[in-house]
């Protein structure tokens, strides 16, 4: 009989080496870089780097976009809790880009004399 070398099963994806984070965590991990980056991008939270408000819309909306593709693509993959984070992150960003799109809406209601208006039939505030 002879001494044949083992070699190990094939590692699992599910069961990374001590230490190193699961796919799930990797998964949730990504889904917050998108969200963090959504929250920048619409002016919510300050650039860590800058420690500046930053907005940029379109690629805030790419981000989100980015996210429901990741939903759109994972379909039918995920654990529960992987989908429900997912879903409610999204719609999180859908309503925090809907206010910040109203935001700028009342914000382009300034006459271009500089006072405030609301809607182009709005006659603003009255005259004192």
Known sequence: ?????????PSDPETPPAGSPTTKDLFLGLIHSFQSAAMQQMGKIANPFTKEIERDLPQAQL?????????ERTNGNLTPEESRFLAHVLRELQ????MELEEDKKGAGTKPDGGEGGAPDDPGPPAA
Not at 63 to 71: E, F, N, T, Y
């Open 63 to 71: 981000s989100i976009d980015m996210l429901r593709m990741l939903q």
């Open 95 to 98: 309503l925090n880009y809907v």
């Open 1 to 9: 009989m002879t001494d044949k070398p083992t070699t190990p099963p």
